[in-house]
């Protein structure tokens, strides 16, 4: 458990020191973690909503902040490249993302052209039918996503490393509710990278 813990904590602090130095970024995912919170409450409630919310709310803001925000060029506080954070990174990099992105916009457009999804739908009877249907794809497909790269990194790492990972996704959003809490509050005041002192000990 022990080792467990320490590999959890490693990457962390990696997805944050190589991932998370935009304030703006910081903040997309303080929204992103709140209305997780709020998806995961509403699996207990209605499961469509909260593939909805996870999709539409959670995903976007968080993914929009790593695409649009976060810094590509060489990381200093870390002396590393993009190229080379983008080779390591345990869970979804930007290309992968954009494979899981491309499959989650597509989602909407197969359940268009075959309305049973292959026999596990009756076709929807009204718009609101269909995005129940929509929000229950989506959701299987969070679900999908995220047991693929665990057993993935099974292969390609190791046992632990995949559970690590699987656990700190589920707990990302209680976790970035923590740490990122403040960010909007130094983006206020201008801040637009985290100085990540803590890194530098400055």
């Not at 026999?119 to 718009?127: C, K, M, V």
Request: proline fraction near 4%.
């Amino acid at each position: 458990m022990k080792e467990f813990l320490q590999t959890l904590k490693v990457q962390r602090w990696d997805d944050h020191r190589y991932y998370h130095q935009s304030r703006i970024n910081q903040s997309l995912h303080f929204v992103s973690a709140i209305s997780f919170l709020v998806a995961y409450v509403m699996l207990f409630i209605n499961p469509a909503v909260a593939g909805l919310i996870g999709w539409l709310v959670s995903m976007t803001t968080r993914q929009s902040g790593h695409f649009f925000f976060e810094p590509k060029g060489y990381d200093t506080v870390n002396q590393a490249t993009h190229e080379y954070k983008e080779e390591i990174k345990v869970g979804y990099n930007l290309r992968r993302k954009m494979v899981l992105i491309a499959i989650w916009a597509l989602a909407p457009v197969v359940l268009h052209f075959n309305p049973t999804l292959f026999g596990l739908f009756e076709p929807a009877a009204n718009s609101s039918a269909l995005i129940e249907q929509i929000g229950l794809v989506w959701l299987f497909l969070g679900i999908a996503g995220l047991l693929f790269r665990t057993c993935h990194l099974f292969f390609i790492r190791d046992v632990q490393t995949g559970l690590a990972w699987m656990t700190k996704i589920l707990t990302d959003p209680f976790h970035d509710v923590k740490i990122y809490y403040a960010a909007p509050f130094h983006l206020l005041r201008g801040e637009l990278i985290d100085p990540m002192r803590h890194k530098t000990g400055v």
